[in-house]
């Protein structure tokens, strides 16, 4: 006998009757019907263990128990994992159609150190088309095995007899599926058990799994939230499809710290590490313009220097614009706030445009300093003095409060030639280190107004 239930195919939320919006998430149309097999009759046998040989020790140092770290040829993907590849370790990568996934992962199969056999399954691509791609990234591996199946069990079959020391690569989940389940590729249930699945087999034969996730039009990755649960590490490979440039961040690793970042610019030749992040989001500028500042900021544990900028302009519209591009909107509705508050700058009438170069995307809120020099530069027609950097929060009250590591934010300002930096009075222990720039600390973002209108007075005069 069969049992049905229906489940949503956005959130996951399980009902008993079919029903036209899920209560939950709220989504039309994205309930669909699951056929489970009874297993009321199945007799389950359960084997019972010494508690000796159930638990291990902690001091046990069986090189078969404990996981090794495998370093790729790539140091920036090193760099997001911790260290490089772990083993009995399964990586979910995430990214958007067409931002470079499969090449990625054909250029760390080009060689890792202590793997010995590397295989790549393609569900959604043929065997000719991923030897296409990596003859034209001149991978030359000779232990790389490439197939193309969807169906989990024929994939797990194909394993079965698969080494400790190997890497298994999926592309992508979305597109496997179990003959076990009657619903769609892509589906809530495929994807939670095609992937428990290889989750199982991964852990027990002690092999490295990346699998790749396709990712909804929100930027997250698509199926259940369950899934990232699931997985030891979570990767996204961002960046815009017509620039040059590609961010590998780590948002979840059970081995190393998360938000950590890799950059790579790609090209014909397949993608090339970026290991000075900080150029490639600065412009050169021939000379001194408003609106323009710098944000000395901290990704994972790498500093990188970001260019804010910003465009004030007359209104033309009832209700003024307000827009952002890699900087939290909420955050900048806030700093707006306060500049009208404390520093008396009135922007009832004026749109108020900013953005992070090079698409770059800011998360920490040190960057708040950055953005309202950059706002004030921008409102007043006045350049800010030049090789500054900037970071500090903004509160409520208009305080300038620290940010964190603000040494490593000083040092790499320092390498890339700057001069000059502006941050909170509260920082501690940076006035007593000889970093090689000058430091100008202030308590509130009246000083920094007044900072910002002085510096318009000399140059005028």
């Keep these: 006998m069969t049992k049905r239930q229906f489940i949503c195919n956005s ?35 359960h084997e019972i263990k010494v508690l000796d040989d159930f638990f291990v020790s902690a001091n046990n ?65 043929s065997i000719g088309q991923v030897l296409l791609r990596a003859q034209r990234l001149s991978i030359s591996n000779d232990n790389l095995k490439i197939a193309s199946a969807s169906c989990i069990e024929q994939i797990l079959e194909a394993l079965k007899s698969t080494q400790s020391n190997s890497i298994v690569i999926i592309d992508s989940i979305q ?9 769609p590729p892509g589906s809530i249930a495929q994807v939670k058990y095609c992937t428990s699945e290889l989750v199982n087999f991964a852990k027990s034969k002690r092999i490295i799994l990346i ?23 979570v990767l996204s490979f961002e960046g815009d499809k017509t620039s040059g440039y590609r961010i590998l961040r780590g948002e979840k690793n059970r081995f190393g710290a998360v938000d950590e970042i890799g950059v790579f610019t790609i090209n014909n030749n397949g993608l090339q590490e970026v290991l000075n992040p ?26 990188i220097l970001m260019e804010v900028q910003a465009l004030v302009s007359v209104s033309g519209l009832q209700i003024p614009k307000r827009s952002s591009v890699g900087f939290d ?42 953005v309202a020099a950059a706002i004030l530069s921008s409102t007043i027609k006045c350049p800010l003095p030049s090789s500054t950097v900037f970071f500090g929060e903004i509160s409520l009250s208009g305080d300038i409060r620290p940010a964190n590591m603000a040494f490593t934010r000083l040092k790499e300002a320092t390498k890339l030639g700057f001069k000059n930096a502006y941050c909170s009075s509260k920082t501690e222990n940076i006035l007593s280190n000889n970093i090689g720039i000058n430091i100008t600390t202030i308590k509130s973002i009246k000083e920094l107004s007044k900072l910002i209108y002085n510096n318009k007075k000399l140059m005028e005069e």
């Design 329 to 370: 909107f909420n955050r900048l509705a806030l700093i707006i706030a306060v500049l009208t508050n404390k520093c008396r700058v009135s922007f009832a009438t004026k749109d108020i445009f900013v953005n992070i170069a090079g698409g770059m995307k800011i998360s920490e809120t040190a960057a708040d300093l950055a």
């Design 278 to 303: 900080s150029s490639l989001f600065l412009s050169d500028h021939s000379e001194q313009v408003s609106g323009i500042s710098v944000f000395s900021g901290i990704e994972g544990t790498r500093p």
């Design 175 to 183: 597109t496997v599926y179990s003959n076990t389940i009657v619903s």
């Design 11 to 45: 959130c996951g939320n399980v009902y008993s009757r079919w029903m036209g919006q899920c209560e939950v998430c709220k989504s039309w149309n994205s309930i669909i019907e699951q056929i489970l097999e009874d297993n009321n009759n199945k007799s389950i046998k």
């Design 61 to 125: 140092t069986n090189n078969n128990i404990i996981s090794n770290r495998h370093k790729t040829k790539l140091e920036e993907v090193n760099r997001v994992l911790g260290g490089g590849l772990v083993d009995s370790s399964v990586i979910l990568l995430g990214g958007a159609p067409g931002v470079g996934k499969s090449t990625l992962l054909l250029q760390i199969l080009s060689g890792i150190d202590g793997i010995e056999h590397y295989i790549y399954v393609s569900a959604e691509e």
């Design 211 to 233: 699998i790749v996730g396709h990712v909804t039009k929100d930027g997250i990755i698509a199926g259940p939230k369950t899934l990232e649960h699931m997985v030891d590490v």
